[in-house]
């Protein structure tokens, strides 16, 4: 079946990729059951710290303090890593060295990574033994090959089972069906294919790339990135009444603005840019089979048919190819281009500490240190706005947890670190209130192991 479509004589796929505006907004989710956002409201005890208005920001980083003295996350209960220091380790280079050394520094950070990125981690050890002095960009690319195999094995049986589910469609929308499988074994044996230019995916991208550069706190490279948005949006908003001159002239700029910038050897950037210019002038191109773009592409396949089951049952199909997040083969067939910094980057982040709010701003959470706690990237963005009570559902550890974040915090407080850094004590009574609360009772953390009296550690 696969040799028979390899072979068709089908003309090149017209769907124009992304062709909505992917994620450019993540609208909270307040419809989600079990949800108490109307009846939960979190109020810190009388202490001199709090006030009706929000000073979120100056709270928020009384906290972000903390982080670099080992906190558990309150979900996972894994030591999080502080993210300025992995900003600085980013900035200084550390982790564009020898393979061997990228190691040494990641060292002190081996009990924190987990899930897939875990599963990475341990086989770029495994794999350092045969190739110490190289990258870690090239040692994928070396390894790549095997995993790419092991992919395919588990991708082309569920495209097998959407062809043959294919021939019960009528003949128009089997003919469009035929283009994108065209196209996607295309991609697959990494040949050039034509794709439409979208300036919703390549606002997307440079939107993503802009984000980067600002957790970076790099100034020079924040205000670049900031002029390349700019004259993106200008791209996006202006497109269909733009002439093809008009829309290569804006990419032209951006490409000048690259090269004369502190970005100038920036690959994602570069590539972004390059990619672009290529997909306005219709040339073929070789672009990376990518999951999240091929399902996206059979649901909008179905946008105007009424048959739901038909349509879902093919969504269905489409959704069990495995994604980076279930297969460590599609994690490195991803990730094996980018550079190595961005790889131990993205091994990281999920671990990283970052500001929870227990109860979702979404849900009229406020912006105060009553309302805050520390969770690991992963964990934070999984919860999204769900009710504090689901997530103690699809985290059965969370009570365990919360009452060793609790303890490390109760430690840096009785051992003055509190105190030395301006931080309120009163934030861990706070805390044990506010989870109360929101688990209906269900979570009484202990903090009898508090020494310190005093209502604000300053």
Do not use: W
């Amino acid at each position: 079946v696969l040799y028979y479509y390899k072979n068709m004589k089908i003309a090149k796929i017209s769907i124009n990729y992304y062709n909505k505006k992917l994620a450019l907004q993540k609208q909270p989710d307040k419809t989600k059951a079990g949800s108490t956002c109307d009846t939960v409201v979190l109020q810190p005890t009388n202490t001199a710290y709090y006030s009706n208005i929000s000073f979120g920001l100056a709270n928020a980083n009384k906290l972000k303090i903390l982080f670099k003295y080992d906190i558990p996350c309150m979900y996972s209960g894994i030591i999080m890593i502080d993210p300025q220091k992995l900003h600085r380790m980013l900035k200084t280079g550390e982790f564009q060295k020898p393979v061997k050394e990228v190691l040494k520094s990641l060292q002190p950070f081996e009990k924190s990574i987990f899930g897939k990125e875990k599963e990475l981690y341990n086989l770029i050890k495994s794999e350092s033994v045969n190739y110490p002095n190289l990258n870690v960009q090239d040692l994928l690319k070396k390894i790549s090959p095997k995993y790419e195999e092991e992919l395919r094995k588990k991708q082309f049986p569920i495209l097998q089972e959407l062809m043959q589910e294919s021939l019960n469609l009528p003949k128009d929308l089997k003919t469009q069906f035929d283009e994108i499988i065209k196209i996607t074994l295309d991609k697959m044996e990494h040949y050039p294919v034509s794709v439409p230019f979208s300036p919703y995916e390549f606002l997307y991208k440079i939107l993503k790339i802009k984000r980067e550069k600002e957790t970076l706190k790099n100034i020079k490279a924040k205000k670049v990135m900031t002029k390349m948005y700019s004259e993106a949006r200008k791209l996006f908003d202006n497109y269909e009444n733009l002439s093809k001159q008009n829309r290569m002239d804006i990419i032209t700029l951006m490409q000048k603005i690259q090269k004369t910038s502190v970005l100038k050897n920036d690959e994602n950037l570069k590539n972004t840019i390059s990619m672009a210019q290529k997909r306005l002038n219709n040339e073929k191109i070789i672009v990376p089979f990518s999951r999240k773009s091929f399902i996206y592409d059979i649901a909008r396949l179905f946008e105007n048919v009424d048959d739901e089951v038909m349509k879902q049952k093919f969504i269905d199909i489409a959704r069990k190819l495995p994604s980076s997040q279930q297969s460590l083969s599609a994690y490195i067939v991803k990730n094996s281009h980018l550079p190595s910094d961005k790889i131990i980057y993205k091994m990281l982040i999920p671990a990283t500490a970052s500001i929870e709010h227990l109860l979702p701003r979404s849900c009229g959470g406020a912006n105060v240190m009553a309302n805050y706690g520390g969770a690991c990237s992963k964990m934070n963005s999984e919860r999204k706005s769900i009710d504090f009570l689901e997530q103690i559902k699809h985290n059965p550890q969370t009570a365990e947890n919360c009452q060793k974040y609790i303890d490390r915090l109760i430690e840096l407080a009785n051992s003055g670190i509190f105190a030395q850094q301006h931080i309120e004590i009163n934030y861990i009574k706070d805390f044990k209130r506010a989870i109360k609360k929101l688990s209906n009772g269900k979570i009484n953390l202990d903090i009898s192991k508090l020494k310190v009296k005093n209502d604000i550690g300053a």
